[in-house]
């Protein structure tokens, strides 16, 4: 039974940083594409970053250069770090998983955590 679990959330204002942390019941971090993504109030579900098992990465326009997916594959550890944090991300930040990278579609990942919420204040 694959679980995913986020934390790391919270409140920060504008510019600040902020590490999210998705852990892993089985060892799928290792061979999965592992994904984050984020759900606004009132907006669909957005794909932020991607991370593949050969380690390739992909992320969103808006979050290039600011935000950063990472792994630790000794620890079942997906890690999302968020710098220089923008109003607009606030949102519920999801991880997920699938065999093979499904891009920022969020029915293309068929493992997914409850979420864990940052919110951004100016």
């Known amino acids: 039974q694959v679980q995913l679990v986020e934390s790391g959330g919270g409140s920060v204002q504008a510019g600040g940083s902020v590490s999210l942390s998705c852990a892993s019941s089985?060892?799928?971090?290792?061979?999965?594409?592992m994904a984050w993504f984020r759900e606004a109030p009132g907006k669909e579900r957005e794909g932020v970053a991607t991370?593949?098992?050969?380690?390739?990465?992909s992320y969103t326009d808006s979050v290039k250069g600011r935000f950063t997916i990472s792994k630790d594959n000794a620890k079942y550890l997906l890690y999302l770090q968020m710098n220089n944090l923008k109003p607009e991300d606030t949102a519920r930040y999801y991880c997920a998983a699938e065999p093979v990278c499904g891009g920022d579609d969020s029915n293309a990942y068929s493992y997914w955590g409850q979420g864990t919420q940052v919110t951004v204040s100016s």
């Open positions: 991370l593949d098992s050969d380690g390739t990465t």
């Open positions: 089985t060892d799928i971090i290792n061979t999965y594409c």
